[in-house]
């Protein structure tokens, strides 16, 4: 079997499937992970939740900040940005089914020897707790309460994780990690609102998986999320977010979990939207 891990696609199909053929991908023999950030800013997100919802076993995608995002604008609880790329699933005629089959995939995955998520984790957690906490999450996107939790889902604070929080703070704080996290600070503070590259940390601030003694450190993780960072292959952290959507590449690693072995296959990609529009 081959284990393959993509970064961001953000409706950007035709180098989806541009991709796929590269690898010579066989849903019979192979697994795919998807790194979050299916859907939004690229031209056909409709195509690729498609494509994806057809590999059915075959393929595990991890919900990101836009998967998320399209789910609140659907309920009607947020409003389409300017840039916002959606209407080609909020029109399609399949609409439901592919909302429906968006609600039920993951925040977090351990297997093959990673845990992978769309964009870190805080430095109090460790592995348990984190497959615990994205559970939680999971189980409120896939119930009865879908709508009135992302009614509550979008904010920045709490700004720091506690094993007391509760109820929408609680749930708030694990979203923010999971799907939209790059900088925090030793104590675990999640600074949000920077951006950049690790270059531009801000004061107090540094990506979350060089945050010393970070509890998770000892399991290899594989996210995307951050374009600016690009292609990161580190034996602990492997970065695979290189900017499809802004004109860079669409990236796969081929993993080996028995030998460790890795290969990186990238397709170009048309720019389908520039930084900062």
């Known amino acids: 079997m081959g284990l393959y891990l993509i970064g961001d696609v953000q409706g950007c199909d035709e180098p989806l499937g541009r991709l796929l053929d590269a690898v010579a991908f066989s849903p019979s023999r192979d697994h795919l ?55 080609g699933v909020l029109q399609a005629p399949d609409r439901a089914a592919l909302l429906d089959w968006l609600r039920r995939q993951p925040l977090a995955v351990h297997a093959h020897g990673l845990l992978m998520v769309h964009a870190g984790v ?12 994205a559970g939680e999450v999971e189980a409120v996107l896939r119930g009865p309460g879908l709508g009135a939790f992302l009614a509550q889902m979008y904010g920045n604070q709490p700004a720091q994780w506690s094993d007391t929080l509760a109820g929408a703070d ?42 010393p003694g970070r509890r998770t450190a000892g399991t290899p993780m594989a996210f995307g999320h951050w374009s600016q960072l690009g292609l990161l292959l580190r034996d602990d952290a492997i970065g695979l977010d290189t900017g499809c959507v802004w004109g860079g590449c669409l ?26 529009d």
Not at 34 to 49: F, K, T
Not at 50 to 64: E, F, I, P, S, V
Not at 189 to 205: I, K, R, Y
Not at 268 to 276: I, L, N, S
């Open 33 to 87: 992970v998807v790194l979050g950030d299916l859907v939004n800013r690229g031209p056909d997100s409709r195509g690729v939740l498609r494509r994806l919802a057809a590999l059915d076993g075959a393929a595990t995608c991890l919900l990101g900040n836009h998967d998320l995002s399209l789910l609140a604008v659907a309920h009607g609880v947020r409003r389409p940005r300017a840039d916002d790329t959606l209407d």
């Open 122 to 133: 805080l430095p109090q957690w460790d592995l348990a707790q984190v497959l615990a906490l």
């Open 170 to 211: 609680r749930l708030r704080v694990v979203v923010n990690a999971l799907t939209r996290l790059r900088f925090c600070t030793v104590e675990g503070e999640l600074l949000l609102q920077a951006g950049g590259g690790p270059e531009q940390a801000p004061a107090g601030g540094m990506p979350w998986f060089d945050v």
């Open 251 to 276: 990236s796969a690693l081929r993993y080996d979990a028995a030998s460790g072995a890795r290969e990186v296959i990238q397709v170009g990609c048309p720019q389908a939207q520039r930084p900062g």
